[in-house]
């Protein structure tokens, strides 16, 4: 079994490959504070929920865009298992061309999303990860990653809007069903939604006109979605037509079997 490690900026996502099938996933909040041995118990507990033996764990594969925390997950892994874990980064062999300026400033989160959507769809594809931060990511059919685009993501909106502002009610966020809302929380729900829906698809419209203009590139683009609020946003895009919720997770298993054969 694999254990693949998605460290993201408010929350980790993890889970266990047998083969190729996912077992589970199993999401934490990343916290800069946390021992390696507070990552072990987390481990540990995590395969006694879901009732793996740890010692049928034979490899760790890492992508991370939290370098502080790095030096306890190596620890928790060493610990655990007695070796090194395996970490992506822009010069693993990931099967793509990297053509940005400086490759180093690439983050493994764009990396690997690349990596599955050009193995699950080909290209040409735009990723839309919607994570803290929302990445628009661009992959040719000749497996080329050309760069994108990085805007805010929604709870850095939630957060600056509820900080900001004293008697602004938290609010949990669900699909608008007017952009008219006539309370103060459907409002603020309705804004933020369908502001955010307008900036993803403006976004990948210009993504779209510059690679049909610029790079060539005619017929269909698939657009593929994947992070905590890609569904919400997702079905009201007039261009996302794919969700995939454990797209990171499955890059990471691409890569370690590119890489381990």
Same mark, same amino acid.
């Given at each position: 079994?694999?254990?693949?490690?998605?460290?993201?900026?408010?929350?980790?996502?993890?889970?266990?490959?047998?083969?190729?099938?996912?077992?589970?996933?199993?999401?934490?909040?990343?916290?800069?504070?946390?021992?390696?041995?507070?990552?072990?118990?987390?481990?540990?507990?995590?395969?006694?929920?879901?009732?793996?033996?740890?010692?049928?764990?034979?490899?760790?594969?890492?992508?991370?865009?939290?370098?502080?925390?790095?030096?306890?997950?190596?620890?928790?892994?060493?610990?655990?298992?007695?070796?090194? /874990?395996?970490?992506?980064?822009?010069?693993?062999?990931? @099967? =793509? $061309? !990297?053509?940005? #300026?400086?490759?180093?400033?690439?983050? *493994?989160?764009?990396?690997?999303?690349?990596?599955?959507?050009?193995?699950?769809?080909?290209?040409?594809?735009?990723?839309?990860?919607?994570?803290?931060?929302?990445?628009?990511?661009?992959?040719?059919?000749? /497996?080329?990653?050309?760069?994108?685009?990085?805007?805010? @993501? =929604? $709870? !850095?909106?939630? #957060?600056?809007?509820?900080?900001?502002? *004293?008697?602004?009610?938290?609010?949990?966020?669900?699909?608008?069903?007017?952009?008219?809302?006539?309370?103060?929380?459907?409002?603020?729900?309705?804004?933020?939604?369908?502001?955010?829906?307008?900036?993803?698809?403006?976004?990948?419209?210009?993504?779209?006109?510059?690679?049909?203009?610029?790079?060539?590139?005619?017929?269909?683009?698939?657009?593929?979605?994947?992070?905590?609020?890609?569904?919400?946003?997702?079905?009201?895009?007039?261009?996302?037509?794919?969700?995939?919720?454990?797209?990171?997770?499955?890059?990471?298993?691409?890569?370690?079997?590119?890489?381990?054969?």
């Amino acid at each position: 079994m694999l254990l693949v490690v998605d460290i993201g900026n408010t929350n980790t996502v993890l889970g266990v490959y047998d083969n190729d099938n996912l077992l589970f996933r199993y999401r934490v909040a990343t916290n800069l504070k946390r021992t390696s041995d507070e990552l072990v118990a987390t481990l540990f507990n995590m395969f006694i929920i879901h009732g793996v033996n740890k010692d049928d764990i034979h490899d760790t594969i890492i992508s991370s865009v939290v370098p502080d925390i790095m030096y306890s997950w190596q620890s928790c892994n060493r610990k655990l298992f007695g070796r090194e /874990a395996l970490i992506v980064d822009y010069l693993t062999d990931t @099967g =793509i $061309k !990297i053509d940005y #300026d400086s490759p180093r400033e690439v983050g *493994a989160d764009r990396i690997v999303d690349a990596v599955a959507v050009y193995h699950k769809y080909g290209g040409p594809a735009i990723i839309v990860d919607m994570g803290t931060a929302i990445t628009f990511d661009v992959i040719t059919h000749d /497996a080329r990653y050309l760069g994108g685009s990085i805007s805010p @993501g =929604i $709870k !850095i909106a939630q #957060d600056g809007l509820f900080g900001a502002t *004293a008697q602004l009610p938290k609010i949990e966020l669900r699909v608008p069903t007017t952009a008219i809302a006539t309370t103060t929380s459907e409002s603020i729900n309705a804004g933020i939604v369908y502001g955010y829906i307008g900036m993803v698809d403006g976004v990948i419209g210009q993504i779209e006109k510059e690679l049909r203009e610029n790079h060539g590139i005619e017929g269909d683009i698939n657009v593929i979605a994947t992070g905590g609020f890609s569904e919400l946003i997702s079905s009201e895009s007039k261009y996302i037509n794919i969700i995939e919720p454990d797209l990171m997770l499955d890059g990471l298993r691409l890569i370690y079997d590119r890489i381990k054969i």
